[in-house]
């Protein structure tokens, strides 16, 4: 069966600290990840997905399909980044996203 | 587009009465997901349809719930009778027709409070 774990339910950094956030998958197929954050009352947002391979406000995310996971990576912590942030899995067959718990970031001045 | 348009944004009312939440997804999009978020219980998928029909609602929690997709434009979740437990914040989702690797897209969520 397909989940998504994200270990940690909150994560506190200084600023211009690095940080990692923490998302491991299973799931039999080819998986589609994504990560989405989430403002303070605000509607959740796509930040990036593995196949785009890109760079989005300085977070990077590797699919590492050995150890099934997809880490969510900034190395200069800002505090604009304190959000939810949800890790997402789709497989190739399935229309609908799992979503893991959730990591809330707090980033300290 | 405007995105994905969810109404009320607030709703508080008693417990026991109906309450009805609106979704109007992006113009274009063939899936249409219904999600509930609370602190305890994260995000979680209630129901989602494939082009207005429903393909997966064992996320709805009871028979209190109920959605309906009556046209591509527009889609409702409602819980009849609410309970206090309800409360929670409910988004609506999008994703684009076709695109296998599309995203979904939220709308701003309905803050729903059954006192």
């Known amino acids: 069966a397909q989940r998504v774990t994200q270990p940690e339910k909150l994560l506190s950094v200084f600023k211009g600290a690095p940080v990692e956030l923490k998302c491991n998958y299973s799931y039999s197929g080819s998986p589609e990840l994504f990560w989405y954050v989430q403002y303070s009352r605000q509607r959740l947002q796509l930040l990036l997905r593995h196949i785009s391979r890109e760079s989005i406000k300085g977070f990077t995310a590797d699919l590492n399909k050995g150890e099934t996971s997809f880490h969510l990576k900034k190395p200069f912590a800002q505090e604009e980044d304190s959000a939810m942030y949800y890790c997402a899995l789709r497989g190739s067959t399935l229309g609908r996203l799992y979503f893991g718990r959730g990591t809330q970031l707090t980033v300290w001045p | 587009d405007a995105g994905v348009i969810q109404s009320p944004r607030h709703e508080v009312t008693e417990m026991g009465q109906e309450v009805t939440l609106r979704c109007k997804p992006i113009?274009?999009?063939?899936?249409l997901f219904w999600y509930r978020q609370t602190m305890m219980r994260g995000l979680e998928l209630l129901i989602y349809?494939?082009?207005?029909?429903?393909?997966?609602d064992s996320g709805m929690p009871e028979d209190r719930f109920s959605a309906k997709m009556p046209n591509a434009s527009f889609s409702t979740l409602k819980i009849q009778p609410s309970e206090p437990r309800d409360s929670a914040v409910y988004f609506c989702?999008?994703?684009?027709?076709?695109?296998?690797?599309?995203?979904?897209?939220f709308g701003d969520g309905t803050r729903l409070s059954i006192l």
């Open positions: 349809f494939n082009n207005n029909v429903p393909i997966d």
């Open positions: 989702a999008s994703r684009l027709r076709g695109n296998k690797v599309g995203p979904q897209h």
């Open positions: 113009s274009g999009h063939d899936y």
